[in-house]
């Protein structure tokens, strides 16, 4: 039996493709897990996320393509015959065993003498030793996500895969789970391969987080990094929310580029910028905007758009959110502004005349264009004509 | 109290009455069922312990009792069948065996292979009660005319002189235990279908996923997981296969030294017209079968999956 590394291994996906009859659910995939890292693949249900998972746990065999685990090949090995253990979303803990026999499984099947001992251990680092005779379907939801993690991590994979383990928790049970995964992740130094739609899990656990869509990779970074500078329409909506204004490049210096949208002059850091000469469109995340109820004097370095109205505020707790719409210039897409509760309740009304500001070094440029529905361009049509036709 | 239900309020009395009287109607709905098994079942059953207990009448005429403690029945079933009830079970057993060995592997099939092909396991299943649309005695003399000394399976045999010119296969052990798996065949495989065409593939692969080889992974997990119906597809075929007096009868597939249990109850009861001992059997069977079940569903812990 091969020893399994005690502190993880990397992970090499190299031109990874799985086609399934009828689709592609993963395309020439690279992707390269660092020993010991964090790591989160973050799309929509759908993208190939889990197929991924499947692939490197050996559930699934790629069409094309090489799977690597610490230097070695694993592409023909079977699933059993892999230094790597999941955590299922649904959990698959045996419902003929006792937790203990579930946490033994893995140890027993590879031989391990001290099975039983290691498997209390696993349970006391999960808090579960108290529940080792108990059978699966005796727990409730948390308690047997947490027998799954003990029954994977008991055997020191090389690779720690989990397949969205925290889904089926409710709100406040999974808030504690990510941060007891993490420091589970921290205290055994595996490498973690977390699956997940939900944008908030990835960015609070993963160190280096992957966002997936249609099988292929849009953006790798580390939470930060993607957060403040997402690279596509896509990772710019799906990490969050954003504003996305498309308009023409006016200059462009190695300093700042200067888009102008529905004639608002835009500026955007060229560093933060992908595309420099054209069509581009940039975008901003709606809590770095700012209201202000009377007209800006322009200022280098601040965006204004504006004036526009504000149609619609909700109260989320620590922040309102404004939706606010330019009349005067329907070209404008309507904009999400989130603006802090640092006093009671809400301070503007729906009507309001508002201009938004913000600085431009809070930009970001995209290396694609917004999609059409993001832009609200279509829904702006009709009511440009309908201004039209109130004039005459 | 209906206002109650709806409050939710501190007293639960409106709730406990609407419990009691839930469970009053579900008695009610039970009594069809209770008067049918009272008079179909625990009647015979009491009148078959008071048979096994008659004496002779007086003037000795065949086929007449009178009522009594004649515990002697017992001691004269017990004395002269007890070769008979053993080679029931072994005949039994065998054949459950059999039908388990080449059961499962057909219910696997049917059940997780054909998973993706919906149409395919229905056929494969229709297939399996086919037999059912013919009459069980017209099929058992079938085999009995394809096995007989000149049919063609006897005939092939001799003549790659695998068995001698003498050599007969109706009326041996090999052709009853034969019907017996033949006929007992769909009771084992239709409960373990129902096992595995449940199975959570998905507990296989986190078997895979934890080191089992597929050796293991079936032991381990796919085995113990269909395990109710396994108990409950030997046990249909176990029961009625030791009580069988069909297969075992002279006049099917079985000869004079192959008589099972049931061929001797049948003939006490209908040929000697003697009702006391064919009771005492009955119910020697009865108790026999029931010891050894009652150990094998205890020992395989699916009491509660039954």
Redesign the interface.
Known sequence: MTAFDEAGADLELRQITKTFPGFTAIEQLDLTIPAGSFFALLGPSGCGKTTTLRLV???EEPTAGRIVIGGRDVTAV????RP???V?Q?Y?????MTVQGNVE??LR??GAKDAAARAAEALRLVQLDHLATRRPSQLSGGQQQRVALA?AIV?RPALLLLDEPLGALDLKLRREMQLELKAIQAEVGLTFLHVTHDQEEAMTMADTVAVMNHGRIEQMGSPQELYELPRTAFVANFLGQSNLLTGEVVTSSDEVTVVDVAGSRLAVPTARAQRTSGTVTIGVRPEKLLLVTDAPTPTPGVNVIGPGRITDTSFAGVSTQYVVEFPDNPALPAVTVFAQNLVFGSTLNPGAEVWVTWSADHSFGLVDAAAPGSSFAGDDEPSEAAAAAGEA | MAFGAFAGGPEAAPGVAAAQRKSRIVLLLLLPGVIYLAITYVAPLISLVLTSLQSPSPDLAIGSYVYGFNVGNYVVALQTYAPVLGRSFLFALTATVLTLLIGYPLAYFIGVTLRRFPLLQSLALVLVIAPFFISFLLRTLAWKQIFSDEGPVVSFLQALSLLPHDAHLTGTPFMVIFGLTYNFLPFTVLPMYTSLERL?L??L?????????RW??FW??TF??S?PGVVSGTLLTFIPATGDYINASPSFLGGLDTAMIGNVIEQNFLVLQNYPVAAAMSIVLMVAILIPVAIYVSATKTEDLL
């Open positions: 746990a050996g559930l079977k699933p059993h015959e790597v253990n999941t299922f649904s698959a803990l045996f419902p003929h499984f893995g099947r590879r029954r055997n | 959570d998905r507990y692969e986190a078997a895979s996923d934890l080191y089992a080889s293991n992974t381990r997990v113990p997981l395990l």
